[in-house]
């Protein structure tokens, strides 16, 4: 393996990602150095060690006896391995989740003489590189910790395991990628429709590991679990550099040792798997699906009997399967259905309202308020990015007789089709847990599709405003100003929704008239579909001039 | 013949990207049921053109009048009578090929039997059976540009576009294409295409178009473009390469090589 080959090409897998994600911000002169992560790193290292700092004044200050702060610094200290192989495993996963199918295939650089032991290490310190500011952050947290508590051994446990731990994450990746490449060459060529739902599916899940790793409960959970001498946790190779940590802080240095080496040991173990199976799977191929020998051709639907034109159907049986089947879109296909789950976790958990006398106004429907919040997001978030999503195509749709409104009414009925399944998983969990009436029922499914449709359209309008056609390796779809923009407009738009229910509330506090909460609704929804027809307008404007004017 | 006029009139055409001038004050016209070539250097405004006579860029200024429809007045009448290939056809790529002819097919206003023996009868014409069921992610070069062929032709259009359509096609697609275009011409239908390759320019063209920086620089038969440029018996490849003052071919080579 040639040293100087492997930093190089680390360096230039690491640049593609800091171009990719801070060009807009930054001048290119900036992104070119990859100091800036080390300068990044050291800034957040500094803020760790000032708020390491705080932690152990405030528990002092407190009045935490010697035995809670131990416990705390073995939940901090055990914990910082976990999450950090959590995190650099995810990040690693998203990033490669996000790449755009067409920039899959590794033959730029097949033709270089570039060993398969050089890409995976190269590509391992990349991650790891990139993503180390974090790894800075924890160990600035816990230097102050370590050293005012007398745990200054452990301290230094930790920064190697938090090393250890964060190549695992990366090597993981590597391992994760090689068969997930195989996986879907095999699988697309017999599995073609089963394939697509699986991956569908995996990444909902895969999100909502995400998002359950950074919640915390999951790692407070295990530590629970190490803390507790389950003797089951020994067998598990991923808490072992956390199991290090622990052994020290028990003043145990033999089997914090022994837990070290056989980290490291994993480690070595886990790079040689994911070396072999990127030798073996070093030629990835395209990624097609096979359905069918001959094609279907589309017969004539029954939706046109209640008015659906054919070229709008067209093009929303054009939008469903081709976005179901590129994977950098499915992740944003994703949002609108995991944002309200994310978003209901707190009321979920939380003790349901009572029925007293003093709650009268509190209904169950109250709820949906954060619930319909998170759809809506997740709604203009897929509407900002739908036409952005056309790139080089769109070619097809500027030379074909298409009018923009057509564009824009089959981009919007898209966007709302599938944020529709997040409504209703919302209102699902709603039912289920609080049991709301038919008539709370109908008023959150009429004012989840009017917030849906006005999210929709405004995602479309500043999609169309300000969409990113460019088709790098990570495509963004929106500009970084357009995601600004959109997400202050969308915020705005369910904040003015929800403003008939904040003043009928107040005058039914302070003026002690009759509050409905079926009328507020009735009323937000009312001002939600006046939002979309405006948005609709202006979309309709963007998308003409798009035609008229091919990208360059 | 469906119009008395011409098929394509350009006249005084110029597009700016931003300070750089694609088209200089260009006109063209190009005659019904001809076959027009346009040749010319990398940059030289060919496919610039080609995508304003379709309306897919605005002119800064000029005007291209399609069978008497003004490109900028009425587009999407322009749309209906036009194919086009563009050069390096992106396709959705997601879809079958299938899929994608008859996504145009609707979009065109095809009939379900209409669309239904078009498609297997062009898949068939260009060899693409038994692929036509998968996913166009993973086509080679050739048979994407096929299948942008077959969406350019499947709606029987009046006019013709196309930017260097022999691009990457086998020795047999190549000549199944030419045949078209000369089947399609002996039906009425107007082609404009680009190509750098000149023996097919020669061979498949009535007139010939030479671009340089957007301007027209020279226009006629091959034999008229060859006593133009006093090289009556040389092949076109020279008379190109004297009209656009291409000098030191031998001399790059040798710089090449070094």
């Known amino acids: 393996m040639r040293i100087r080959v492997l930093f190089e090409f680390a360096k230039i897998l690491m640049l593609s990602r800091l171009r990719n994600t801070r060009q807009s911000f930054l001048s ?66 998203l990033w490669e989740l996000n790449a755009s199918s067409e920039s899959e295939s590794s033959d730029s650089i097949n033709w270089l003489p570039i060993s398969p032991s050089e890409y995976i290490f190269a590509s391992t310190v990349s991650t790891s590189y990139t993503y180390s500011p974090l790894v800075l952050v924890t160990v600035g947290y816990s230097l102050p910790i370590g050293i005012l508590t007398g745990n200054t051994s452990a301290f230094l446990v930790l920064v190697v395991a938090s090393v250890v731990a964060a190549f695992i994450g990366s090597v993981t990746v590597e391992i994760l990628r090689s068969l997930l490449a195989r996986a879907s060459t095999a699988f697309n060529k017999v599995g073609g429709r089963l394939m697509i739902i699986l991956r569908i599916l995996g990444m909902i899940l895969i999100l909502l590991f ?286 003015l929704m929800s403003l008939p229910l904040l003043i009928l509330l107040l005058a039914r506090v302070f003026l002690l008239l009759p509050f409905s909460l079926q009328l507020s609704f009735f009323l937000g929804g009312m001002l939600g579909l006046i939002f979309a027809r405006i948005s609709y307008s202006l979309s309709i404007r963007s998308v003409d001039g798009i035609l008229r004017e091919l990208p360059n | 013949m469906d119009s008395p006029g011409p098929a394509i009139e350009a006249e005084h055409l110029s597009k700016f990207y931003g300070q750089v001038l694609g088209l200089n004050d260009l006109s063209l016209t190009v005659s019904m049921g001809e076959v027009r070539g346009l040749l010319g250097q990398n940059g030289s405004g060919k496919s610039t053109l080609l995508k304003s006579l379709l309306g897919l860029i605005h002119p800064s200024s000029g005007w291209v009048r399609v069978l008497g429809v003004d490109v900028q007045k009425a587009p999407m009448e322009v749309r209906r009578l036009v194919g086009y290939v563009p050069e390096s056809p992106r396709l959705y790529e997601f879809l079958t090929a299938t899929e994608y002819l008859d996504f145009i097919a609707d979009v065109r206003g095809l009939g379900y039997e209409e669309k239904k023996e078009r498609i297997t009868r062009l898949i068939e014409s260009l060899d693409l059976e038994g692929k036509q069921g998968e996913t166009i992610t993973g086509y080679s070069q050739g048979m994407k540009q096929k299948v942008a062929i077959m969406g350019a032709i499947l709606h029987h259009p009046k006019i013709l576009l196309m930017d260097e359509p022999l691009n990457g096609l086998d020795p047999k697609s190549a000549r199944v294409v030419k045949e078209l275009i000369h089947s399609l011409t002996r039906d009425g239908v107007t082609t404009v295409f680009s190509t750098h390759v000149l023996e097919i320019a020669e061979a498949i063209c009535d007139r010939l178009t030479i671009l340089q920086n957007g301007r027209v620089l020279a226009e006629g038969t091959a034999q008229e473009l060859r006593e133009k440029a006093g090289l009556s018996n040389s092949g076109l490849e020279d008379v190109f390469l004297k009209l656009t003052g291409t000098k030191g071919v031998e001399d790059i080579v040798e710089a090449l090589r070094r």
């Open chain 1, 28 to 93: 290119n002169s900036i992104t070119n150095r990859p100091i800036l992560i080390a300068l990044i790193g050291s800034i957040m290292f500094a803020a760790g060690v000032g708020f390491g700092t705080a932690t152990v004044s405030f528990l002092r200050g407190a009045g935490a006896s010697p035995a809670d702060i131990g416990q705390i610094v073995e939940t901090i200290f055990g914990g910082i391995p976990i999450f950090l192989i959590g995190f650099f495993f995810t990040m690693g996963l």
């Open chain 1, 210 to 495: 995400a998002q359950t790793l950074f919640s915390g409960f999951l790692i407070i959970r295990i530590i629970n679990s190490v803390s507790s001498a389950n003797a089951a946790t020994v067998l598990v190779p991923l808490l072992w550099p956390t199991l290090s940590i622990t052994s020290i802080l028990r003043s145990n240095l033999l089997s914090s040792a022994y837990f070290l080496l056989l980290s490291l040991g994993f480690l070595a173990v886990l790079a040689s798997a994911a070396l072999a199976l990127r030798a073996k799977f070093w030629v990835a191929t395209p990624p097609s699906f096979h359905f069918s020998n001959t094609g279907t051709i589309s017969s004539v639907s029954r939706l046109r009997k209640i008015g659906v034109s054919v070229i709008s159907l067209a093009l929303v049986r054009r939008e469903i399967r081709s976005a179901t089947r590129r994977k950098e879109v499915v992740r944003l296909m994703a949002i609108p259905i995991i944002l309200p789950v994310m978003i209901s976790f707190p009321a979920l958990f939380s003790p349901a309202p009572t029925t007293s006398a003093a709650s009268g106004l509190i209904s169950p429907l109250f709820l949906a308020v954060p619930l319909l919040f998170g759809v809506g997001l997740g709604t203009l978030f897929l509407g900002m990015t739908s036409i952005g999503q056309e790139g080089k195509r769109l070619w097809n749709l500027s030379s074909l007789p298409i009018e923009a409104g057509t564009i824009v009414t089959s981009k919007i009925l898209f966007t709302s089709l599938i944020s529709t399944i997040g409504l209703v998983l919302g209102l699902g969990l709603t039912v289920f847990f609080f049991q709301v009436s038919i008539v709370d029922t109908m008023t959150f499914v009429a004012v989840g599709i009017t917030l849906v449709l006005a999210e929709a359209s405004l995602g479309v309008a500043i999609g169309s405003r300000y969409p990113d056609f460019s088709d790098g390796p990570r495509p963004r779809f929106v500009t970084i100003i357009g995601s600004i923009i959109g997400a202050f407009l969308g915020v705005i738009v369910m904040l």
